[in-house]
């Protein structure tokens, strides 16, 4: 899923390496996305997203995701719509539901068979009596 028509992005100055360039040029960005007002996915999904990436979204209802990473602010943008792309495509994703199922006849065997063996294993570890 594709969101970046809907991002807004905030630059700052950002740490690390870079030397004076870190000093003067704004690399880092933050994305931003405001998921309650989005027309690209539905309430449902809606729902899915503030409750999956809940930790992510901030106190506005904004999505919020920052690169600082390059020491260019075009490829810190790039970054940051990977990432937010990312992370709402696997946001909606629902999960399988898992079906319970009995150990098959061969797994029941093995064990049985590894038992056996620990028993005889610790049998021999006796004493030998005349």
Same mark, same amino acid.
């Given at each position: 899923? =594709?969101?970046s028509a809907e991002l807004t992005f905030k630059t700052?100055?950002?740490? *690390?390496?870079g030397g004076q360039n870190v000093n003067k040029v704004e690399t880092m960005v933050e *994305?931003?996305? =405001?998921?309650? !007002?989005?027309?690209l996915v539905d309430a449902e999904a809606?729902?899915?997203l503030l409750y999956k990436l809940a930790n992510k979204i901030n106190s506005q209802g904004l999505l919020q995701?920052?690169?600082q990473a390059d020491r260019s602010q075009l490829s810190n943008k790039m970054d940051v719509i990977k990432k937010m792309? !990312?992370?709402?495509?696997?946001a909606l994703i629902? @999960?399988?539901?898992?079906?319970?199922?009995? @150990? *098959?006849?061969?797994?029941? !065997?093995?064990?049985? =068979?590894n038992k056996k063996k620990a028993g005889e294993i610790k049998?021999?570890?006796?004493?030998?009596?005349?």
């Open positions: 899923m =594709d969101i700052a100055r950002s740490g *690390g390496k *994305g931003y996305w =405001d998921v309650a !007002e989005s027309a809606k729902q899915l995701v920052k690169s792309n !990312e992370l709402v495509t696997k629902i @999960p399988k539901k898992r079906k319970a199922t009995k @150990p *098959g006849k061969a797994a029941r !065997e093995k064990r049985i =068979d049998q021999n570890r006796k004493k030998i009596t005349l």
